[in-house]
């Protein structure tokens, strides 16, 4: 089995999936260790950083996704010229948004007024935020290489790249700590590991598509690819997508204003907002990365169109596909349980990993084992978006994106009259805006499923009556003898 095409593509598929498991949960937990490793003000470092970190992902989170527009669209120079040249408007305009959050009227609303945060968190997290101004341009920059290297099938050096990003991410953190940064500005240890990160990251990529793919792609798309792209179609294919990811971004911002809201903004919202910093990574690790799996379908599909010049020897079918996502999801359920039920097991992970004290990892206990339901959902989502992505019907998912914020609200809203505060308010809300969105997607894929063989049955019947229609005409022979006897009688 080992040696054989399938074989092959099915490693390509597990590179995909782990690079995203290393990315996920190790560098994650070198920055919160950079900061809790700060004895002073830990706690308030981590909520500084938590709140300033969260609302730049919802920056980042839509450009993210053009991974996804280079996977499907981009199959010339052209092509990838086009898709570069919207993230760098893109990212401008994130530069933008975050020097006016760091200097404005507008941030001290939305950080120290709606999350019931003190003037220190907020100052600090204001001043985070500036300093993260540049890294959402980075982040796109790389994903769009990245989903031109999975099209090509270079998922090794996708994973490599993100590899590196996680041993640089560890690597300056350990270097920063024994330096005056401590002392001077904590919150520069994480930020400057980030940006080091994403810079060997999206070096790596744009290295790796000039070696392996620069001179092999054509230099505008051919019909048999279904024509050039235009920005128009990639901004079609990708503003649902974005839609969709800048909600999951925006959740864990709106978790915690209403988690600090809702215990008044004392020392208590403080303490909820650090356990809920320190259990984000901690609780995704085991499934964050079968959000991934939605990138397996264009890429290694052999049905897809856009795959005809590099996909050709591809035996992947969609069979396969379902039984490997199958699979994965009962990976991530059974490790979520052994890590979160087993007693002490979670505890050990956040003193020994993020160096919290074991009074504060026992408050992180319950949010964590929440974490355990999260698999089947966004398995679910992911399978279907994949599919959906292929067809490139993906405006069809942007009803899902509005039904997980009216759920995750609502939980947040009703929960509290049922006695769930704190962090445990925030992540069981998070678990029902993902049960809310990915019912909405597996509606949304019935919907276009059921379309497809609507069509198809009338194609298929169309062919049946241009075939009776051709048997019942009389063959040319016999249409000659008819004639010639209409001539003799006359």
């Known amino acids: 089995f080992l040696q ?59 450009m993210s996704d053009f991974k996804n527009v280079g996977l499907v669209f981009v199959n010339s120079k052209r092509d990838r010229t086009k898709a570069v040249l919207c993230m760098v408007v893109a990212g401008a305009v994130a530069a933008v948004f975050h020097t006016l959050i760091a200097y404005s009227d507008l941030g001290y609303y939305i950080i120290n007024k709606l999350h019931h945060v003190d003037e220190s968190v907020g100052s600090k997290t204001r001043r985070a935020f500036l300093y993260l101004a540049a890294f959402p341009f980075m982040d796109a920059m790389a994903w769009t290489h990245a989903g031109i290297l999975l099209k090509h099938k270079y998922s090794f050096l996708v994973g490599c790249a993100s590899i590196s990003d996680v041993i640089a991410q560890v690597v300056f953190v350990a270097i920063l ?59 079609s294919f990708w503003w649902p997508l974005a839609l969709i990811l800048a ?80 699979v994965c999801m009962a990976l991530s359920l059974t490790l979520c349980f052994v890590m979160f039920w087993t007693p002490n097991v979670s505890e050990k992970i956040l003193v020994d990993i993020i160096g919290v004290d074991f009074a504060f990892a026992e408050l992180c206990v319950v949010p964590l084992r ?74 949304a894929a019935c919907y276009v499923y059921r379309k497809q063989k609507k069509k198809r049955n009338e194609n298929e019947t169309a062919a049946e009556g241009e075939d009776s229609a051709m048997t019942d005409m009389p063959h040319t022979e016999e249409m000659t003898d008819i004639v010639e006897m209409r001539e003799e009688n006359e």
């Open 4 to 62: 054989t095409p399938a074989a092959e593509d099915y490693f390509g598929m597990l590179s995909l999936l782990l690079q995203y498991f290393l990315c996920l949960f190790v560098f994650q937990q070198a920055l919160n260790r950079g900061i809790a490793a700060v004895k002073e003000d830990a706690v308030e470092m981590l909520a500084s950083y938590g709140l300033a970190y969260s609302l730049m992902k919802f920056f980042t989170g839509p």
């Open 177 to 235: 700590l024994h330096s005056h940064l401590e002392c001077r500005e904590p919150l520069l240890i994480p930020i400057l590991s980030l940006y080091m990160g994403a810079l060997v990251r999206c070096t790596t990529l744009c290295l790796g598509y000039y070696r392996n793919i620069h001179d092999v792609i054509p230099d505008r798309s051919g019909p048999e690819m279904g024509g050039e792209a235009t920005i128009r179609k990639m901004l």
């Open 247 to 326: 909600t999951q971004r925006i959740s864990r911002p709106i978790v915690n204003l209403f988690v600090s809201r809702d215990l008044g903004g004392s020392s208590s919202a403080t303490e909820a907002v650090a356990i809920l910093t320190a259990t984000y990574p901690v609780g995704h690790m085991p499934y964050g990365w079968l959000t991934e799996i939605r990138a397996v379908y264009p890429a290694f599909d052999k049905n897809n169109p856009s795959n005809k010049l590099v996909n050709t020897n591809s035996t992947v079918t969609a069979t396969h596909i379902k039984k490997f996502t199958f």
């Open 370 to 443: 929440i974490f355990s339901f999260f698999p089947v959902p966004v398995t679910v989502r992911a399978h279907l978006t994949g599919w959906l992505m292929t067809l490139k019907k993906t405006f069809v998912l942007a009803p899902s994106s509005v039904l997980r914020i009216i759920v995750l609200i609502t939980s947040l809203i009703v929960l509290p009259y049922l006695g769930v505060h704190g962090a445990t308010l925030g992540v069981g809300s998070l678990l029902a805006g993902f049960v809310g969105e990915s019912t909405m997607v597996a509606i």
